[in-house]
C-alpha cells in the first residue's frame, strides 16, 4: 500500500536565529532531543532510509517549530522564509518522487507573505503552507491577514495550522505542570482554539473554498463537534455565522493522525468528518515511523478506505 506522510518535519541550521536559544529550554531529555535535531537537519541519508525501512513512499516536508513566527522584524522575517523555502525546494528537485513541500509564509508582514505564497506555490512546486500557531500573539481571523487567505483560496491550497513551541501566553492553569503546557495537552488546545477563531471569525464565510489541515485528529476537534453545534444557538446573533460550527468541520477542515496512534480516535475521526477528509502523518522524528505505520496498517477499514487514509486523500487534496 502507497503511504503519504503529510506532518513531517525538517529544519535549516541557522534560518531562525532564536532557534537555539528556545531548543535549549525544551523540557525533554537531552538524549531526546539531540535525536530529534539531529534528524531535522537531515533530508536525505537518516530520513530517505527511515523512510524506506518503514515503507513511507513520501514525505510532505515542513519546517519544524520554532519557525519564523518567533521573528520580531518583518524584514528578518522576509528573508528567513525565502531561505527556508529555497532549502525546501532543492531537497525536493533532488528527490522529487519522495518529498513534497508546506511553505513557510513571513505572516508577520501579510503582503510580503502573500506574495511569498505565490512564489512557493507557483515556482516552487509547493503543495500549501505549515504554521505554527500565532504570529507573536495574533491569530489569523485578523483583519491583516485576510489577503493571504485570499491567495490561498486563489491558488487551491491548505494551510496546515500546526502548535507553536512557543505560546502566545501562559495559563496559569499550567503552572507547576510542565507536562500540560507541550504536546500532551496545551498545544491542542491552544491550536484547536485557533481553528475555532477561523470558523467563529467568518474566515470560511468569506472565502468557503479556503482550508484548514489539523494534525493530532484534528487538535480533537472532531470529538467536540456535537457540543459545539447544542451551544451554538446560545450565542447573540452579531457573533454568528453562516452554518452550524459542524459544517465547517466538515468542508473547510482536513484533520490528519500526527501523533496519535488509536484506532478509536481513528475511528471517531473519519465517522465525525468523514474518511475522505482524514489523512496518514507521523509527525518525523518526534513519533515513530515504524509505529505509525504499523498503526496504519493495522486500522479497523476496507482497503479502499485504508488506501484514501493512507495516500489518495493526501494526492487529491494537495495535488500530488
Known amino acids: 500500500m502507497r503511504i503519504v506522510a503529510v506532518e513531517e518535519a525538517f529544519s535549516v541550521p541557522g534560518a531562525i536565529r532564536q532557534e537555539e536559544a528556545i531548543r535549549q529550554h525544551m523540557a525533554v531529555p537531552d538524549a531526546i532531543k539531540q535525536e530529534w535535531f539531529r534528524r531535522l537537519d537531515d533530508l536525505t541519508e537518516l530520513r530517505l532510509a527511515d523512510m524506506d525501512a518503514n515503507g513511507v513512499d513520501v514525505q510532505v516536508l515542513s519546517y519544524s517549530t520554532p519557525g519564523v513566527e518567533v521573528i520580531e522584524d518583518p524584514a528578518e522575517a522576509v528573508a528567513a522564509a525565502r531561505r527556508i523555502n529555497d532549502h525546501l525546494a532543492k531537497a525536493i528537485t533532488a528527490h522529487p518522487t519522495r518529498f513534497a513541500g508546506f511553505a513557510t509564509l513571513p505572516l508577520q508582514d501579510p503582503k510580503a507573505a502573500v506574495v511569498e505564497l505565490r512564489r512557493a506555490v507557483t515556482e516552487l512546486g509547493f503543495k500549501g503552507v505549515l504554521h505554527n500557531d500565532h504570529v507573536r500573539g495574533h491569530y489569523l481571523d485578523e483583519p491583516q491577514f485576510r489577503p493571504v487567505w485570499a491567495e490561498l483560496e486563489r491558488l487551491g491550497v491548505t ?7 512557543v505560546p502566545a501566553d501562559n495559563w496559569h492553569v499550567f503552572d507547576g505542570y510542565p507536562v500540560l503546557v507541550g504536546p500532551s495537552w496545551g498545544w491542542t488546545a491552544t491550536t484547536g482554539a485557533h481553528a475555532l477563531r477561523l470558523i467563529y471569525g467568518g474566515v470560511f464565510d468569506e472565502f468557503p473554498r479556503a482550508s484548514v489541515m489539523l494534525g493530532h485528529m484534528g487538535e480533537l476537534l472532531p470529538f467536540q463537534m456535537a457540543r459545539l453545534d447544542s451551544r451554538y444557538d446560545q450565542l447573540p446573533a452579531e457573533h454568528r455565522v453562516q452554518h452550524l460550527p459542524s459544517y465547517y468541520l466538515r468542508n473547510n477542515v482536513y484533520v490528519t493522525t500526527s501523533g496519535v496512534m ?21 509527525d518525523y522524528p518526534f513519533e515513530s515511523s515504524a509505529e505509525a505505520v504499523g498503526f496504519l496498517r493495522s486500522a479497523p477499514y476496507a482497503p479502499v478506505d ?15
Do not use: K, M, Q
Open 159 to 165: 494551510l496546515y495550522l500546526h502548535p507553536a513551541v
Open 262 to 282: 488509536s484506532h478509536a480516535a481513528l475511528l471517531g475521526a473519519v465517522h465525525a468528518v468523514g474518511v475522505d477528509r482524514v489523512l496518514f502523518s507521523i
Open 306 to 320: 485504508l488506501a484514501s487514509i493512507a495516500h489518495g486523500n493526501a494526492e487529491r487534496v494537495l495535488r500530488l
